[in-house]
């Protein structure tokens, strides 16, 4: 059985467990990082040098980088239908799992940091709204790639969904989402399947 060390809060740690539910494979999952602690601890350095969450255990062989951990599960199992094998159709979906990296989290990071894990005597009011007219430019992005298909992938979930997926609820979650807009019903379709509600649909911290 798959052995998950990382709290469930985190982004990451949800992107792997999210995966292995929809797939139906059973794994075990440790609170790690956070409040929990230990994810500095030289033991821990030993098995992933970046003391980041996760860090997954398939026997013997220790993952970490959620994104290659959900690639790694789709290959061993074939699931093809959330990671296509076709060459141009997995390259389209791993460009989105690239860009959750590069833009979205570079984007929302910084607004989720301030609103949820700031005191809120802390918290600056010009810099939230500076941070969120940055934040909610991704969301434009998604808006025009979801004009014509339900999901990122096409017409079902694929991996191109997971990452973005996540932060979305954090965006609406945060009440900055339109749930009028296209983005707003991709996030409801993706609350209907009950690995998200499960794992992602989780209280903000």
């Not at 992933?48 to 980088?65: A, C, S």
């Not at 989105?96 to 918290?123: C, G, H, K, N, Y």
């Not at 509600?197 to 209280?203: A, K, L, S, W, Y």
Request: net charge neutral; glycine share 10%.
């Amino acid at each position: 059985m798959l052995r998950i060390l990382g709290r469930r809060t985190s982004s990451n740690v949800q992107k792997v467990v999210w995966v292995l539910t929809e797939l139906g494979i059973a794994f075990e999952r440790e609170d790690v990082g956070g409040p929990f602690g230990g994810n500095r601890e030289p033991d821990y350095l030993r098995l992933n040098p970046n003391g980041l969450v996760p860090t997954v255990f398939d026997g013997d062989l220790v993952l970490w980088e959620s994104n290659t951990i959900c690639r790694y599960i789709c290959n061993k199992h074939a699931a093809h239908a959330l990671y296509p094998a076709a060459p141009g159709e997995r390259a389209l979906c791993e460009r989105w799992m690239d860009w959750q990296l590069s833009v979205v989290v570079p984007a929302l990071v910084p607004l989720f940091f301030m609103l949820i894990r700031t005191p809120a005597a802390e918290r600056d009011p010009a810099a939230i709204e500076k941070l969120k007219r940055h934040a909610a430019e991704p969301f434009k992005i998604l808006e025009q790639a979801l004009g014509d298909r339900p999901y990122l992938g096409g017409a079902e979930l694929t991996l191109a969904d997971i990452g973005t997926g996540i932060w979305a609820h954090r965006w609406f979650g945060l009440g900055f989402g339109d749930e009028g807009s296209r983005v707003g019903a991709w996030y409801r379709r993706l609350g209907t399947r009950p690995a998200y509600r499960q794992h992602v649909m989780i209280p903000l911290e």
